[in-house]
């Protein structure tokens, strides 16, 4: 999937190469990208399969970087918006996918982002990647 690059950017500390390492499925339903600049993580994404009615507050019970929120807290500084579609904190966001023609038709997909990188926590800039990777999720072949 692709994400445009002015997205991924406030969250990409200096280097000299990235490496993207797409993620082998340790558990049906879920699928996860790793970005790496000179060898370290420095964001991670996730699509993962919920039963039909999940919402948001219940999926992102696994998604890492959503701390402070009611069942999630992981520091407890951080707050955790809630619009609509998305989630998002500082440091990961999850957002509800739209897809036309779903992969599994009785389910949802959730889309999450996440960032190591030090330093480099954005909140604004992370509810902009997680839209961004969540309309390029739909747009991919877990939607078509």
Do not use: N
């Amino acid at each position: 999937m692709t994400v445009p690059a002015d997205r991924l950017e406030p969250f990409l500390p200096g280097g000299q190469e990235i490496s993207v390492y797409p993620g082998v499925a340790e558990i049906d339903g879920i699928e996860r990208c790793r970005l790496h600049v000179d060898g370290e993580e420095v964001l991670s994404f996730t699509t993962e399969w919920w039963e039909e009615g999940t919402g948001l507050r219940e999926a992102a019970t696994s998604a890492a970087g959503l701390s402070g929120h009611d069942s999630i807290g992981l520091d407890g500084d951080e707050k955790v918006r809630e619009e609509l579609s998305y989630m998002y904190s500082k440091t990961g966001a999850l957002a509800e996918v739209s897809c036309a023609k779903p992969r599994k038709a009785d389910q949802e997909l959730f889309a999450s982002a996440r960032v190591s990188a030090a330093g480099k926590s954005d909140e604004a800039a992370m509810k902009k990647l997680v839209a961004a990777y969540a309309e390029a999720v739909g747009k991919s072949d877990e939607c078509t």
